[in-house]
């Protein structure tokens, strides 16, 4: 039998990092059917943020928007540990870049969380124009949608910095922007994750499907990349 503690704090308006937090919250380790289905994500919507079987690092991906290659340090438990967290703010909100904000008091104040900001040289990938040129479709200028998901990126109204980020969450890599392109773009891209067996419905690898999809390239090489360093981190306790 799997014994559950469930941790539940009423925060102030803001945390002593400073900032919006959310008005409850509650973490809990993953329950063993959260943990054998196997399923991850943290769903945010108008205020609420749901942490579905989510490592403490997966938060910080999210959180602090770059990819698992760029987070350095921490204890190992981070990226092994899964939790549950349901997390609510006093009203609606609708704007993404507060209930990042949320999120990062929100891990400071259960996980006791310290992180800066370094600039490393390192192995990273570097998205540029393939030969040919772009092949990108204009966005409208309304809020940014994102759907993604395994060998999959969907999105509406985005940058080509927003498309690097999500792009390093797909690789074990960093994505740097270097196509030079301003605007916003709904940009369509689905590939054959790398581990799985290659084109049994014809579907590309990651590398050519970029080529081939939007006219853009990746390539490989040393370059400086802006790292999240973690300081402190401790699993959550009893207050």
């Keep these: 039998m799997i014994q559950v503690s469930v941790f539940v704090v009423a925060l102030a308006a803001y945390a002593q990092t400073g900032g919006p937090t959310f008005e409850v919250a509650t973490v809990k380790p993953a329950s063993a059917e959260e943990i054998a289905a196997g399923g991850s994500g943290i769903p945010t919507r108008h205020g609420r943020a749901t942490g579905i079987n989510v490592t403490l690092k997966r938060c910080i991906i999210g959180a602090y928007h770059i990819g698992p290659g760029q987070v350095v340090g921490g204890p190992g438990w981070m990226d092994v540990d899964r939790f549950h967290i349901e997390a609510k703010a006093e009203s609606d909100i609708f704007d993404d870049s507060v209930m990042d904000a949320m999120m990062r008091n929100l891990l400071a104040e259960r996980f006791h969380l310290v992180v800066h900001r370094e600039t490393r040289e390192?192995?990273?990938?570097?998205?540029g124009l393939a030969k040919g040129g772009a092949k990108l479709e204009k966005g409208e200028g309304n809020d940014a949608v994102t759907n993604a998901g395994h060998g999959r990126i969907r999105l509406k109204n985005s940058t080509m910095d927003a498309f690097a980020e999500r792009l390093s969450r797909a690789t074990e890599w960093p994505v740097l922007n270097e196509t030079g392109i301003e605007g916003v773009f709904n940009l369509k891209l689905e590939w054959t994750p790398e581990g799985n067996h290659p084109n049994l419905d014809g579907t590309p690898d990651l590398m050519t499907a970029i080529r081939e999809?939007?006219?853009?390239?990746?390539?490989?090489?040393?370059?400086p990349v802006s790292v999240l360093v973690v300081d402190h981190a401790e699993k959550p306790g009893e207050n």
């Design 213 to 223: 999809q939007l006219g853009l390239q990746l390539k490989l090489k040393k370059a």
């Design 122 to 127: 390192m192995r990273a990938l570097v998205l």
